[in-house]
Structure formats: structure tokens, C-alpha cells
């Protein structure tokens, strides 16, 4: 039974679209092909990658790649088609010429994330935010829509097939990373690099750190924009930092190896609307890494760091509370280890990916029954 995952957006070895949903049904028997810009075709861990070329901007992304990808997608005729971008949403029409099953997977509130894109004019973007939301309700009549967050469907009520499926760990992914620890302390940061991520405060809050006499490394995994990392590189050199590593992106194998060797995992993250309502995954993974954290103080965070007794909770914006948060842990290793166990335990628990792939089988199955 073949299914296509389709993405325009994401990195061929996404943590969610390869080595969760892709790989969980591949385990399950089914014949699994992912569409997406890739330098090769490749077959991985029993996923069958189909290249597209990497486009060169966001407009040629969205005229010429998606369509593209589509047109892939039509060419293997599967049962379910699975797409995970909202720019691919004109072009999957073409998909309902065939009698299949269509799946949106909703990664981003995308009506509410266009509220803070950088790269749309602030004039604009109520307005471009308001006719998505027209074209959306649209484009997705009938389709099945898989929300990554529970906050989503608040959004949706006229969506009338759906089903949440949180974006937890893989424990079987995690629990063989043990690295040593750096001798020096050291924070973490695996995800997407921009300022409303917490990139621009961290380095504050390193600066504070430096003025105190105590010196803390941090190493940045993730995606960056170049006009971000030369930002970011400035402002290092303004303030006369060292042990700074924005490494870009990394294989997540790869770049959990280098957070297991470091102290803190941090989460700050700015409180706009996709971010206040939505599970980072890193703070999932710090916890399964056994990491003690430091988010930002929403209340869905606190939920989570106060409930399981994980972390500390600071403001957004504070370098200074974050600093002394930072330094705090430090100050106290037999606690902060304490914070990574029983982060660790509650992931075993609770927060992990078994019982979302069981809810992305089950509705499989419903759509090649119906």
C-alpha cells in the first residue's frame, strides 16, 4: 500500500515528517515515498526519498517546486497522499482528480505565524493573514487535517475531519545518546536560529554571565538566515564573547550528541501567538536527553516544567533572569541533575511518540477503509 509524503518546506530528515510519521509507517508495512528538495533520490532506513531540485528562493519554492513535487506525487499513485506545507495547498488540488485519501498535516497556525513573519511588511500582514484564512477554509474543504498542537483546532471548527497528533520524542531515537560533559558550562539550543526563537537574548544573557565573572559556552544548533548569523556574529564581537558555536544545521542523531554534552537546554522563546499555544519539541528532547531547562514562563510551558518538576521558567526579554537562571543550575549541579532525571522520567512516561504513532496508524487505516 503506497503512501507519499509531500514537503516543500522541510529538510528531507525532519524530526516529524522522516523519523517519526515516515518511519513509523514504514515499520507498519506500507510502502512509503517522501517528495522533497534533496541534492539525490535515495532509499533510507526503508523510506524511499524522491529528489526535487533545492530551490533557489521562497517565490521560485512556491511557483516552481510545489507544483512540482504534486506532479511527482500524481506519477506514483498512492493510496494517501500526506502533505506537510500550506504553499502546496493550491497545487494537492489536482490530487482529488484521483480517488485517494488527502492528508494536511497543520505544522504552524499559518494564518497566525504570518503576524510575525519578518520578511511580510507589518501593513500587510492582517490583511494577507485574513484572505490565507479565506483560502484555507477553501482549499481544505473535505480534506483530513492532521493539528500538530492541540491549540490548533480552536481555530478550525469548521474542519470536519481531523485529528491531533503532538509532535513528541522518539524514546528509541534518544535513549542511547550519552555523551560526556564539556568541562566547561555549557548551554543548548537545537531549532530553527531567529530572534523570536531567543537567539539575540541568549547572547545578553552570556554577556550578564561574562560581567559576573562566570563564563558559560553556548552551542547553537539549527538553520540560521545568513543576515541572522552575521547579526548574531556582531553582536558576539561587540560584546567580546567566547565558547559561541552556531553551527547550522545538523542531522538530529547528530546534533543530539552535541546537546547531551551540555548542561542546560534552553526554550526561550518569544510569546507570539504560534509559540504561546504550541510544545517546542527541543523541550521534549532536552528532557529525554536528560537536561535540566530553561523555558520561556507561558503557561503551557509551566505546565509542563513545573508538572514534572524539570526546569526553571523565566520572562522573555529578561537577559537578566535568564542569566541568573542559567547560573542558578550551575550554582547547583546535585538539583539540576535531579531536573534532567526526573525530565527524562517524565518523557518515558508520558510525553513520547508511542501513542502518537498509534493515533497516525488508526487514521491510516479509517482512510483506506472508507
Not at 184 to 210: C, D, E, K, Q
Not at 263 to 276: C, K, M, Q, S, T
Request: hydrophobic share 45%; with cysteine; net charge positive.
Amino acid at each position: 500500500m503506497k503512501i507519499a509524503h509531500l514537503a516543500s518546506v522541510h529538510h528531507p530528515f525532519d524530526v516529524r515528517i522522516f523519523h517519526k510519521e515516515c518511519q513509523t509507517l514504514t515499520q507498519a508495512g506500507y510502502d512509503v515515498v517522501l517528495i522533497v528538495p534533496h541534492t539525490h533520490d535515495e532509499t533510507v532506513e526503508g523510506v524511499r526519498i524522491c529528489a526535487v531540485p533545492e530551490p533557489r528562493n521562497r517565490l521560485r519554492r512556491m511557483l516552481c517546486t510545489a507544483p512540482r513535487i504534486v506532479w511527482l506525487g500524481l506519477k506514483e499513485k498512492a493510496k494517501i497522499y500526506h502533505f506537510h506545507d500550506a504553499e502546496l495547498l493550491p497545487w494537492v488540488q489536482f490530487l482529488r482528480l484521483r480517488r485517494c485519501g488527502i492528508v494536511y498535516d497543520m505544522h504552524e497556525n499559518v494564518p497566525k505565524a504570518i503576524l510575525s513573519k519578518h520578511w511580510i511588511p507589518p501593513m500587510l500582514r492582517e490583511m494577507i493573514a485574513g484572505a490565507f484564512k479565506l483560502a484555507e477554509r477553501v482549499l481544505l474543504a473535505g480534506m483530513y487535517v492532521v493539528f500538530a498542537e492541540l491549540s490548533y483546532q480552536k481555530d478550525y471548527p469548521w474542519v470536519s475531519r481531523s485529528a491531533v497528533i503532538l509532535n513528541m520524542p522518539r524514546i528509541e531515537a534518544l535513549a542511547d545518546v550519552r555523551e560526556s560533559k564539556y568541562t566547561v558550562p555549557t548551554v543548548a539550543y537545537i531549532g530553527r536560529v531567529a530572534a523570536i526563537r531567543g537567539s539575540l537574548l541568549t547572547l545578553r544573557a552570556l554577556h550578564v554571565l561574562w560581567q559576573r565573572g562566570r563564563r558559560v559556552n553556548w552551542e547553537c544548533i539549527g538553520p540560521i538566515e545568513g543576515s541572522h548569523e552575521r547579526e548574531l556574529q556582531l553582536l558576539v564581537n561587540t560584546l567580546g564573547l567566547e565558547g559561541v558555536t552556531l553551527r547550522g544545521y545538523m542531522l538530529p542523531s547528530e546534533g543530539w550528541r552535541v546537546v547531551s554534552r551540555c548542561h542546560v537546554g534552553l526554550a526561550v522563546l518569544e510569546p507570539i501567538p504560534n509559540y504561546f499555544e504550541s510544545y517546542p519539541t527541543k523541550l521534549f528532547e532536552y528532557m529525554a536527553l536528560g537536561l535540566p531547562l530553561i523555558t520561556s514562563d507561558f503557561p503551557l510551558y509551566r505546565e509542563i516544567v513545573e508538572g514534572s518538576g524539570c526546569g526553571l521558567c523565566v520572562p522573555f526579554g529578561d537577559p537578566q533572569a535568564l542569566a541568573s537562571g542559567i547560573e542558578w543550575l550551575i550554582e547547583h549541579p546535585c538539583e539540576a541533575e535531579a531536573m534532567g532525571r526526573r525530565g527524562r522520567e517524565a518523557v518515558y512516561a508520558r510525553f513520547n511518540w508511542d501513542a502518537e504513532a498509534q493515533k497516525l496508524l488508526s487514521l491510516y487505516r479509517s482512510l483506506l477503509s472508507s
